[in-house]
């Protein structure tokens, strides 16, 4: 089951992905050697540095220095001098070096020395820097119009597997939420995308919090009835039987209602199914008045304390107005506590817009998907339940009587390979 739906999304997802990555490349600047842009920078800086600390001879700043040079060699300078010819002693030249030391402690500093300006040169911060050169080679984004050239691919992938229009939408409008203008990282764009697909189809599948055994033991008042329905061919019959095989192996009796009067040979295909289970069958003849039937084996029932009666209805189409009036009046008489739709899963699309008209015009309570062993498409199970807001109960994957499972979203999922 899911086979070929299975590969399809596979592929649809790995084309997206490469997608993702490449129309990410548009908006934003992409460095192969980071390494080498961050060198460049730094030589940038070293230049500026070098730049400031050259303008020392620079025509403002000339006088100062030169003022300063001055000072510098009259510090240095021993206070030796004659005057008058006459050869300074040694204990004044001490006095005068002691003067002229106190005389430069004590002076002021030059106002043009002050005012000198000072050049401050400031470094980037680095965290940011990096940090924006990291998201640069890491992450990708794309907006709504690649999105949506992009999801082609997986919508083609969705349309050829029988997925429904509705789910379809769904889907794009979950993945266009997550995906779109926020920052992928480049590692992760294929699991991301997975694994925003997965979340979407998982919540597609209605879920019940009833148990149908438990419903069954805890109803006070017998018998538990259950009514379907389906177009001809659907496997209805045979699902009917299916259920009341795994009724009986969990020790609860049931009784069946063959009341489809209209199809050739249907009664006697019950019959056959109720012989080999070992159940009653309770039956008029062709054309009689199948609510008849149907109030005849609930009689029957609360006569014999049979703990469940499983309705056969005749197959049809929405489209016909009798048919549909006579389902409605079963219904009536019948008061059914389940109401089940049976459809072929490998039919599609048309099986999902059967179970929505059913749905419509009778109001459904939960799905049993027939056949789904040789779907290999899957697109019924993924849509049918999301379309008619209705759980699918059980899957038919077999032509044995043990061959219904009861639906797990997460073996679905798994068969679709988001394991």
């Known amino acids: 089951m899911f086979k070929f739906l299975k590969d399809k999304l596979k592929s649809a997802i790995s084309k997206i992905s490469e997608g993702v990555k490449e129309e990410g490349k548009v908006e934003e600047k992409i460095i192969e050697n980071p390494a080498e842009e961050v060198k460049e920078e730094k030589g940038f800086f070293a230049k500026l540095k070098e730049k400031f600390a050259g303008r020392e001879e620079t025509e403002e700043k000339k006088p100062i220095i030169e003022e300063r040079k001055v000072e510098i060699r009259e510090k240095i300078k021993p206070p030796i001098a004659k005057q008058e010819g006459k050869i300074v002693k040694k204990e004044e030249i001490k006095e005068y070096r002691k003067t002229w030391q106190e005389t430069k402690i004590n002076k002021e500093p030059s106002k043009k020395t002050e005012e000198i300006p000072k050049t401050e040169i400031k470094e980037p911060e680095k965290k940011g820097f990096f940090a924006a050169i990291k998201e640069n080679i890491t992450t990708t984004r794309i907006n709504e119009a690649q999105f949506d050239k992009l999801f082609w691919e997986l919508e083609l992938a969705l349309m050829e597997n029988n997925v429904a229009v509705e789910v379809i939408e769904k889907i794009k409008d979950d993945m266009k939420k997550q995906l779109v ?58 699902t009917i039987a299916k259920l009341a095989n795994m009724l009986k192996e969990k020790k609860i009796s049931c009784a069946l209602a063959a009341s489809d009067t209209f199809r050739a040979a249907s009664i006697e295909q019950l019959q056959i199914h109720a012989d080999r289970i070992g159940i009653n069958l309770i039956k008029h003849g062709y054309g009689s008045d199948p609510a008849a039937v149907a109030f005849d084996a609930i009689k029957h029932a609360k006569a014999k304390n049979i703990d469940v009666v499983l309705i056969d209805t005749a197959g049809r189409m929405h489209s016909n107005t009798n048919l549909v009036d006579e389902m409605k009046k079963i219904i009536r008489v019948a008061k059914p506590d389940l109401k089940i739709f049976v459809g072929e899963s490998i039919t599609g699309n048309d099986c999902v817009e059967q179970a929505k008209t059913f749905n419509e015009a009778v109001g459904i309570d939960g799905i049993i998907l027939a056949k789904a062993d040789i779907d290999e498409k899957g697109g019924a199970a993924v849509s049918i339940s999301y379309v008619t807001k209705k759980p699918i109960l059980f899957l038919g994957t077999g032509q044995e009587y043990g061959d219904l499972e009861a639906v797990d979203s997460e073996v679905i999922m798994k068969n679709l390979g988001f394991a």
């Open 181 to 238: 203008g926020n920052p992928i990282m480049r590692t992760r764009v294929e699991g991301t995308i997975q694994e925003t697909l997965k979340d979407s189809i998982n919540s597609l599948f209605e879920t019940s919090d009833a148990n149908l055994i438990d419903e069954i033991k805890n109803k006070k008042e017998k018998p538990y009835v259950v009514v379907f329905f389906g177009i001809n061919g659907s496997g209805k019959t045979t």
